[in-house]
C-alpha cells in the first residue's frame, strides 16, 4: 500500500525503470570488486545491452537526467509514485556524480587499498540503495531512504 492510494502493477514497473540510472553510474565503482569476485559479473549479464547503448550515445545519462527531471518529475498528470521513485534516483544519482568528482579531484593521492576500499563501499552502497527502492517499488511501497527520500518529498508534491 502507498501512502497516497494503491499503486498499480504499471506503476510499480515504470517506477522501477528510472533506477537504471544510478545503477549504470554506480558500475563504474565495482571494478575492484568485479576483479577479486568474478562471480559478481552477473549482474552485468542483464545489463549488457543497455550499458552498450549507454556508452556509445554521448551524454546519454545527462539526457536521460533532463528527460527524467522534466518530463516526468515535473508533469502532474504522471501518478505521485512514479515521480516520487524518479526524483530520488535522480538524487541517488546526482551523489554518485559528486562522488565521482571528488575521487577525481583527490585522484593521485589516494592509492591502493584506500581507494579500492573506497570504491567498493561506493559500489556496495550504490547498489544496496538501488535494490531496496526496486524491492520496495515493487511491492507498491514508497522506499524510505533518510535523508534522500525528505529531500524527494520537498520535491514532489
Known amino acids: 500500500m502507498t501512502w497516497r492510494g494503491e499503486a498499480t502493477i504499471r506503476d510499480r514497473i515504470f517506477s522501477v525503470l528510472p533506477y537504471l540510472l544510478p545503477l549504470m553510474y554506480g558500475l563504474e565503482f565495482g571494478r575492484y570488486l568485479f576483479v577479486q569476485f568474478p562471480i559478481l559479473t552477473i549482474i552485468l ?22 528527460a527524467l527531471y522534466l518530463l516526468v518529475v515535473r508533469n502532474e498528470n504522471i501518478p505521485h509514485f512514479i515521480r516520487f521513485n524518479a526524483m530520488q534516483a535522480i538524487l541517488i544519482d546526482i551523489i554518485i556524480v559528486l562522488c565521482s568528482l571528488i575521487l577525481g579531484v583527490l585522484g593521485g593521492g589516494l592509492q591502493g587499498f584506500i581507494l579500492q576500499t573506497i570504491y567498493n563501499m561506493l559500489f556496495l552502497g550504490v547498489l544496496a540503495a538501488v535494490m531496496y527502492s526496486v524491492v520496495q517499488s515493487l511491492r507498491g511501497q514508497y522506499a524510505e531512504i533518510p535523508t534522500i527520500s525528505d529531500a524527494v518529498y520537498m520535491q514532489v508534491r
Open 45 to 66: 549479464i542483464p545489463l549488457a545491452p543497455l550499458m552498450s547503448i549507454y556508452q556509445a550515445i554521448p551524454f546519454a545519462g545527462l539526457v536521460i537526467f533532463f
